[in-house]
């Protein structure tokens, strides 16, 4: 799925850059304050530079030596500093990856047609881009870039649209109908359009997402939320006992410096998660984005992992888009050659897919060898719904569904064979369409048109499955057809003849039941679904209303995008996760590393408790911060690629995770300090 | 030796073998459904809720039964102070006791209302028969079967559907009473008085010893007292050295009936959580979180007590009983250990050894089971706290698999989260902010008459105090000299804090839930009754609970180890 | 709150009624049955020194200091059975392990020809009731040689009591050996 994902190198250059003045830029306390984590390490850091201060001026060296003070003030700001890159890095990513999106749509001159009175008159004036408002009109010929995004309301024109797909083939955008949006950026291949303006400048989806990005207008997502609770209640654990410590400290005549309460403190609360955790978040959405899709809140990305039931269409997603012959079934006394030549001759002047498909079927050599001189092309038509040829030798041959070749068997005189009516049976209880053929008004045969089922999707609705997600395919084929390709494809249900209620009627009843529900769409009679689906992707194809419905928009127009917006949304969650138990398994060590070294000076019978030999008091508490600082910038990489998903099943899932995070996030810290202690006992 | 170690074991598997079947029978009773009793008891019940003028049937949202359970608690807390107040004139006072201090009744009114029963009075001379009966054993019942109603109410909450209808806390607390706590005291009382605890109304006795000296013994109904005092968790004794003294635990065989009235009902309730909710599996899930805890904490303690103080063994003697001091002969070592930790693990609280003489390291244990409070945890009230670590657990492991949390079909979000954290931080605060208070205070004045020890063994006997009351446990390093205003007041609002909120907590969290729109499992759902889930609670347990205690924990009892 | 009060008050009444009241008719009754003595306590007569006939409880260890009797467990509260307590002592509280010392020390003044080995830890240990009404074997025999000496009576005679007095473990599988320290006194007395 991930054919079209750009790789981008984590840190680049440039983004480094910006984020590291970023990184400073939010030190202001008043952006600190909503990451209540990160701002009492900088409260923390500040109180330390009052302490280093006094230790300079005071001469005393009750709080230790000012070198050692000032070495722990920095490390601290350090700590505050990684946690403050962490964010801006991701951000500086997402906005990349918006940028140059929005290149495409920068200033472009647009030829917009001005009303004078009540009537439209051709009168065109070229303006910039960006003074187009919403219900404008504007018109785009061969060559133009269009310069915002809009819905056709005449005309008809070749688009390449890979400036934001990066799919190069053409499409076809045409008034009326689902296929007359336009993205602003895309370029007219051919012929010419008139198109109103549905966006006010600046609130398109891409201007609302890269806003989301950058953060002026990112919402925490309730998970997000618990969670943020669930670290502050951490926090305030640990100054609780950070303050109580004091006191019992104070019992035993065992004087602690304030550096050492605020190491104490700072390691111990959840800061690399704390740290990561919006860094997490934007990741997620720039993650969307770089698959191409367009969130329009990061509550759709996590709502995404959530989904228990998925609507897909089968047209397009599970199938490809038509039908192909895939065998020929020849009448009793027609002989099998002779009927393959009649078929492929009615088709090879046929530029339908299905049509195409019969002489491909047919064989090279058989299509080589016909010759259409003089034939004259019958065209599917809806009175007949028949095709065919009228050859020079007065043969017509005819191929169309059975009731319709019936007629004309009928209308000759001719009797059905009966086996042929088996064949016709057969064919569709198994999914198929029979094509009956007819050579003047005699049956000749019959050819079996099979749905295509994609390569692979078998696989990924297994994967779905794995990941406890429903699929339902949406069909209009009769209920027999659709079984049998949903069965064959691996989805789990369908909705068969399925009119847009159907669709809607199906999401209300899941959700009802409890389900989340993800289904995708383009037309304007899909909106209401799309509305009501938790998660409602909309093609970027598709028509503006379907686009305002939905919450995301799939830039690719892919109907598979679904799946991997789930695995986006599960990284996510995860990726908080497991971050989280690492954070709090990591206190284990600290404690082992802080705790001695904050009572061995009085009560030397506690160097019992050093179980990793630290060198000293002071290089113990230096190492534990300083691995407290290190581990977040360490971790960045992770937070932003996100812990990969693996559909094992959540029991095995959580097995493992714990088995890395937990049981890692108590054992590398041991080691971690220990060796930061070996580096930091040389200085001390 | 091995005797003694059998009969530890005997009386656990005793217990979880009883507990099975009885957790079905609690589940029975609170589901409705028609049980053994139901001839005996319906026509009362019936009578008490009439003439009460309660309806018993009616359905109650989790608000409206924390109303009345505060409600009726704070009609018994009046009382109690009513009747310790004026103990000395009311009848049934043969010893003619006085009153009670204010500070004295109202700490004691409140920790027997929060079934904690610390007692900073002696039974023998700071209570009479009176109050012993209509204050403590009334509230030994009735708080008793104030948990279980609620522990009942949670189990109602979660019950796969939605709804804020979640039974009556009434119709609860009186089948509590009447189906399972009463019934099961008649039994108890009667082993206990067949081997000699004694049921009189008669006053001390004064009796001329073959020495020649004259001596008193106080004595009492204390058989109708002593099996509600266990089943209900409550652990109040009659005498000051609770069921050490001969008279209130007579023998062995009272020993193990009354470690396993004392267990049966905080396990019975973890099965019959699996009966309830059709759950079998997540009940084992829990008992096995549960047992592991226990387990890592009892046989330490038993193998250290075994071993005895190396300071005595030092002296040159025979240490083949271990550490005896304040222990009972006819215990043994290995059933004070194992009681020591049973007691605390849940919190009964009461005492056949004394925990103030126990070794450094057992002495932690001990601190860390009311710490945790959880490991079974009291009469109804230890699910409660259980739930609290199962929705953090559930929360960061949700996380950990990619799905919004849910548990039993219902999401976790930020405001279970809210009263989850918040709960957590109380039992901090209590615990940890409590004793930074008396540190402060004997820092400033050493003088006080407080502690029996000094040193780190003294700060064992203060962050001991405050962790007791949080859990409302009621043992105690009985050295610590705690009938002071200090302790009295500063305690009973430890008391009433780390009682009713830990209740209404969960309670609050569950009753949300069921409100919310039910989720059905899918291959994605987290199963929260696996071993991984387990080992996932556990961790969050020790991780959250027990280590944020080891500064402090490095200055009692690990100093103390230490510097043996 | 407010409708909840009055049920709350009769409810609380009719619980005292029934849980207290007639709950604990009831044990009284059966106990007048039931238990020994009537509840009041399981009694045994003996001659004390002051050759009065009296009685004391079975189950309420009494004070033996006199080197004719067995000694019982020492006490925190001096076996003053209407204020039961332990010593409450912290293991590595200096002042106590020194009276544990004096106690050992005392012991082995009384009882020559003893090892401080030989001295079980219960022997120089306060119960945590400080009416422990039992001694271990052990500490029963360590002291059949003084007795012996004191009374007169052989060591074999005594070792017989003692194993005599000596109550198995519950079942003979739970829990440990013990000597009734009141009873093997009253035994002793009664020896000729």
């Known amino acids: 799925m991930a054919k079209r994902q750009k790789k981008v190198p984590l840190f680049e250059r440039s983004l480094v850059n910006d984020a590291f003045r970023q990184s400073f830029a939010k030190l202001d306390p008043r952006i600190m304050f909503h990451n209540p984590v990160m701002f009492t390490v900088e409260i923390g850091t500040f109180v330390m530079a009052v302490v280093t201060a006094y230790t300079l001026l005071a001469s005393s060296t009750s709080q230790g030596s000012p070198g050692y003070n000032l070495t722990i003030t920095f490390i601290l700001f350090l700590t505050v500093l990684f946690a403050n890159f962490a964010e801006a890095i991701a951000e500086a990513r997402g906005k990349a990856q918006a940028d140059s999106l929005r290149k495409t749509r920068e200033e472009t001159p647009a030829k917009k047609i001005f009303p004078l009175g009540d009537l439209y008159v051709n009168e065109i004036k070229i303006v910039s881009s960006s003074e187009l408002e919403k219900g404008d009109v504007f018109i785009c010929e061969t060559g133009d870039i269009i310069p915002s995004d809009g819905e056709i309301i005449e005309g008809i024109a070749t688009i390449d649209e890979s400036a934001i797909t990066g799919e190069s083939a053409p499409v076809i955008r045409e008034a009326g109908g689902d296929k007359s949006s336009v993205t602003g950026g895309t370029k007219v291949l051919s012929d010419k359009i008139k198109v109103q303006v549905t966006t006010q400048p600046g609130e398109s989806f891409l201007d609302k997402m890269i806003a989301l990005v950058e953060g002026a207008s990112r919402q925490k997502t309730p998970n997000e939320i618990a969670l943020t609770i669930l670290l502050a209640g951490f926090t305030l654990i640990f100054i609780i006992v950070c303050v109580t410590l004091k006191f019992y400290a104070d019992y035993a005549n065992t004087p602690i410096t304030i550096a050492a309460f605020v190491s104490l403190f700072v390691c111990l609360i959840p800061t690399t998660i704390g740290g990561l955790l919006s860094a997490i978040g934007i990741a997620g959405m720039d993650r969307a984005l770089r698959a191409n899709v367009i969130t329009k809140s990061g509550k759709a990305v996590e709502t995404a992992g959530d989904l228990d039931t998925i609507l897909l269409d089968k047209t397009g997603t599970i199938t490809i888009g038509n039908r192909k012959a895939t065998k020929f079934h020849a009448a009793t006394g027609i002989h099998e050659d002779d009927f393959i030549k009649a078929c492929a001759l009615s088709s090879l002047a046929d530029e339908t897919p299905e049509g195409k498909s019969i002489v491909e079927l047919a064989g090279k050599d058989v299509a080589k060898s016909l010759s259409l001189k003089d034939a004259v092309l019958i065209k599917f038509s809806a009175e007949t719904r028949t095709s065919g040829v009228s050859l020079p030798d007065g043969k017509q041959i005819r191929k169309g569904a059975y009731d319709a070749i019936k007629k004309i068997s009928d209308k000759e005189g001719n009797i059905f064979p009966a086996e042929t009516e088996k064949i016709v049976r057969d064919i569709s209880s198994n999914g198929g369409t029979p094509l009956v053929v007819s050579e003047n008004g005699k049956v000749t045969g019959v050819i079996e048109l099979q749905d295509i089922i994609k390569t692979g999707i078998r696989e990924r609705f297994d994967r779905l499955r794995k990941m406890g997600v429903k699929t339902v395919m949406v069909t209009g084929d009769n209920p027999l057809t659709a079984k049998y390709i949903a069965e064959k494809a691996g989805v789990d249900d369908f909705i068969a003849e399925a009119k847009p209620e159907d669709k809607m009627n199906y999401i209300r009843q899941e959700q009802h039941a409890g389900k989340l529900v993800a289904m995708m769409g383009d037309g304007t009679n899909d909106a209401p679904a799309l509305a009501q689906a938790d998660v409602g992707v909309a093609m970027n194809s598709g028509t503006q209303a379907a686009k305002e419905a939905g919450n995301m928009v799939d830039l690719d127009n892919d109907p598979t995008k679904l799946i991997e917006i789930v695995e986006i949304g599960k990284q996510l969650l995860m990726t908080r996760g497991t971050l989280t138990t690492f954070s709090i398994a990591n206190d284990v060590a600290k404690y082992f590393a802080i705790v001695p070294a904050l009572f061995i000076v009085s009560i030397p019978v506690l160097q019992s408790l050093n179980i990793m030999h630290l060198h000293s008091p002071e290089s113990a508490i230096l190492s534990a911060i300083i691995f407290n600082a290190l581990i977040i910038p360490a971790l960045i990489p992770l937070a932003l690629k996100g812990v990969a998903y693996k559909p094992i099943g959540a029991s095995a899932l959580l097995r493992r995770n714990l088995f890395i995070y937990g049981l890692g996030g108590i054992l590398v810290p041991f080691l971690g300090i220990k060796l930061i202690d070996l580096v930091v006992a040389i200085f001390i | ?564 | 709150m407010k409708s909840n009060i009055l049920p709350a008050i009769k409810l609380t009444f009719l619980c005292i009624l029934f849980f207290v009241v007639a709950y604990t008719f009831v044990v009284w009754s059966i106990g007048q049955v039931v238990a020994p003595n009537n509840g009041k306590g399981e009694t045994v007569s003996y001659i004390n020194s002051k050759d009065n006939l009296k009685y004391g409880f079975v189950n309420i260890g009494q004070s033996f200091t006199h080197d004719n009797y067995f000694w019982s467990r020492p006490s925190a509260v001096g076996y003053n059975a209407a204020g039961s307590g332990g010593s409450n002592k912290g293991p590595t509280n200096t002042d106590y392990l020194k009276s544990v010392q004096q106690t050992l020390d005392t012991f082995l003044v009384h009882n020559p020809g003893i090892k401080k080995s030989q001295v079980p830890v219960d022997m120089i240990t306060a119960s945590g009731s400080g009416l422990d009404p039992d001694i271990s074997p052990k500490a029963a025999m360590i002291q059949v040689a003084r007795i012996a000496k004191v009374r007169n009576i052989s060591e074999e005679k005594l070792i017989v009591l003692v194993n005599q007095h000596t109550e198995n473990p519950l079942l003979g599988v739970f829990g440990p050996p013990k000597v009734n320290v009141l009873k093997l006194n009253i035994a002793l007395d009664n020896l000729k």
């Open chain 2, 1 to 564: 030796m091995n005797s003694e170690i059998f009969g530890v074991i005997f009386m656990f598997m005793a217990t979880v073998v009883l507990a099975i079947p009885f957790g079905k029978y609690i589940a029975k009773v609170y589901a409705g459904d028609k049980t053994i009793l139901d001839p005996v008891f319906n026509p009362i019940e019936k009578f008490f809720f009439r003439v009460s003028g309660i309806n018993g049937t009616k359905e109650m949202n989790w608000k409206q039964s924390m109303v009345a359970l505060l409600t009726i608690n704070l009609v018994w807390f009046l009382l109690a102070m009513l009747i310790l107040l004026n103990q000395g004139w009311l009848p049934l006072n043969p010893d003619h006791n006085p009153s009670q201090t204010p500070d004295l009744a109202f700490n004691t009114a409140v920790s027997f209302l929060v079934n904690c029963n610390l007692q900073d009075y002696s039974g023998e001379t700071g209570a009479t028969y009176f109050s012993q009966l209509f204050c403590f054993m009334f509230l030994h019942f009735v708080s008793a079967a104030t948990g279980m109603a609620a522990a009942a109410i949670l189990f109602n909450a979660m019950r796969e559907r939605t709804t804020d209808q979640l039974g009556n806390f009434y119709n609860y607390f009186i089948k509590s009473l009447t189906r399972i706590l009463l019934p099961l005291s008649v039994v108890v009382a009667i082993i206990f008085m067949l081997n000699g605890m004694p049921m009189t109304f008669e006053g001390k006795d004064t009796i001329q010893t073959m020495q020649g000296d004259t001596v008193q013994v106080s004595r009492g109904p204390v058989a109708a007292m002593i099996p509600i005092k266990h089943l209900g968790t409550n652990g109040g004794g009659w005498f000051g050295a609770n069921s050490a003294h001969p008279f209130e635990n007579p023998n062995y065989l009272t020993n193990m009936v009354e470690m396993i009235a004392q267990f049966l009902i905080p396990l019975a309730m973890v099965f019959a959580l699996g009966f309830y909710l059709k759950r079998k599996k997540l009940a084992w899930m829990i008992f096995g979180v549960m047992t592991t805890g226990f387990l890592c904490l009892v046989i330490p303690n038993m193998i250290m007590e075994q071993h005895g103080n190396p300071e005595i063994a030092r002296m040159g003697i025979d240490m083949g009983s271990g550490a005896m001091e304040g222990k009972e002969i006819r215990f043994g070592t290995p059933a004070s250990a194992y009681w020591s930790i049973l007691t605390t693990v849940i919190s009964t609280g009461s005492v056949n050894s004394m925990h103030d003489s126990f070794m450094p390291l057992s002495g932690m244990n001990q601190l860390l089971a009311m710490m945790v409070n959880a490991f079974y945890g009291g009469c109804g009230v230890g699910i409660l706290n259980f739930y609290i670590f199962i929705i953090i657990a559930v929360f960061i492991s949700g996380l950990m698999v990619g799905r919004t949390p849910e548990f039993l079909g219902k999401k976790i979000e930020a405001r279970e989260m809210k009263i989850a954290v918040m709960v957590t931080l109380l039992s901090a605060l209590l615990i940890k902010g409590g004793t930074a208070l008396a540190c402060y205070l004997f820092h400033r004045d050493p003088s006080l008459p407080w502690l029996n020890n000094t040193g780190f063994h003294g700060f064992t006997e203060m962050l001991y105090q405050f962790t007791s009351c949080n859990a409302n446990n009621g043992s105690g390093f009985e050295g610590l000299g705690d009938n002071t205003p200090f302790w009295n007041i500063s305690t009973a609002f430890v008391l009433i804090l780390g009682r009713y909120l830990p209740i209404i907590g969960p309670i609050a969290i569950a009753g949300i839930l069921a409100n919310k729109k039910y989720i059905p499992e899918s291959a994605g759902t987290l199963k929260t009754d696996t071993l991984t889930f387990g080992i996932m609670i556990f961790a969050v347990i020790i991780i959250l609970t027990a280590l944020s205690y080891f500064p402090a924990l490095a200055l009692g009892p690990i100093a103390e180890y230490f510097s043996m």
